[in-house]
């Protein structure tokens, strides 16, 4: 019953379209003054909802929003991502992939190919990709807590080549400068003749779970194309963000939802005061 009544509060706020005050909420849920005042406490107390202009008017909390948002499968995401993915892949002739953080690991979830190119690209694969040696998973790390980075660097590092970075300073550093620069690079660290560059995907206000990157040859990856590289996967990103938060409900999802419930009935019926 308890959760009941969160649950038809949040949908209320929700359906509502804009902050409704405590009394509206009461109103339009028939509950007893105490007990509502009490669940919208309990509600604000975990982030679920918010008075953002602190004006006594509550609407959907950028926690339950981030919740959201990391419950996307990555058949969703991949829809609205891959046209952005598939006109970057274009643009730039390399192959570019879309990377998503797993609990501790960053998985490679999709990959757009150079359909026209005149010269030879390098499909990345799919799958987990190490979390200290790959260009998606390092653009991520850099951005994460610092709970999370220490996990990172406390743990056993594989070497793959010559270049795989095994030090803990080594890879402090770099996080260091992958956030001062917007992307992080490989450089033949997983497999020799090899490059990658990547850079973060900001989804709202959770911060990065994603990350964009392209992958080729390290005679055509130098360090100047790595950098107009980087820039312009930085530009891409914010793309991919975008479509990723409006993709939080789907309009299929939304076609498939049943009708408003009684009390988001009312909530639509409450006069909106400016």
């Given at each position: 019953m308890h959760l009941d009544r969160l649950v038809t509060i949040l949908e209320l706020i929700a359906m509502a379209g804009r902050g409704?005050?405590?009394?509206?909420?009461?109103?339009?849920?028939?509950l007893?003054?105490?007990?509502?005042?009490?669940?919208?406490?309990?509600l604000a107390e975990n982030r679920l909802i918010d008075d953002?202009?602190?004006?006594s008017r509550y609407v959907i909390g950028e926690r339950l929003i981030g919740i959201a948002l990391l419950g996307q499968s990555d058949i969703d995401v991949r829809r609205v991502c891959a046209p952005v993915l598939r006109e970057a892949a274009l643009n730039l002739e390399d192959s570019v992939f879309l990377a998503r953080l797993r609990s501790s690991?960053?998985?490679?979830?999709?990959?757009?190919?150079?359909?026209?190119?005149?010269?030879?690209?390098?499909?990345?694969?799919?799958?987990?990709?190490?979390?200290?040696?790959?260009?998606?998973s390092k653009a991520i790390a850099a951005f994460a807590k610092e709970s999370f980075q220490e996990n990172i660097l406390s743990g056993m590092f594989n070497v793959y080549t010559p270049h795989t970075k095994t030090m803990r300073?080594?890879?402090?550093t770099e996080f260091a400068a992958i956030v001062q620069q917007g992307y992080a690079e490989c450089h033949e660290e997983i497999d020799i003749g090899?490059?990658?560059?990547?850079?973060?995907?900001?989804?709202?206000?959770?911060?990065?779970?994603?990350?964009?990157?392209?992958?080729?040859?390290?005679?055509?990856?130098t360090k100047q194309y790595r950098k107009r590289?980087?820039?312009?996967?930085?530009?891409?990103?914010?793309?991919?963000?975008?479509?990723?938060?409006?993709?939080?409900?789907?309009?299929d999802r939304i076609a498939e939802m049943p009708g408003p419930t009684e009390p988001q009935q009312k909530a639509k019926q409450l006069p909106n005061h400016h």
């Open positions: 409704l005050t405590a009394v509206e909420v009461q109103k339009a849920t028939g007893p003054r105490p007990t509502c005042y009490r669940l919208l406490q309990t953002p202009e602190r004006s690991d960053v998985e490679i979830i999709h990959v757009e190919t150079p359909s026209n190119s005149t010269r030879g690209f390098i499909h990345p694969g799919f799958g987990v990709r190490p979390m200290h040696a790959c260009s998606c300073a080594q890879l402090e090899v490059s990658s560059v990547a850079a973060p995907v900001l989804v709202g206000k959770i911060g990065t779970t994603f990350s964009v990157g392209a992958v080729g040859p390290v005679r055509r990856f590289l980087g820039e312009d996967l930085i530009a891409i990103s914010a793309k991919l963000g975008a479509a990723i938060q409006l993709c939080a409900v789907s309009q």
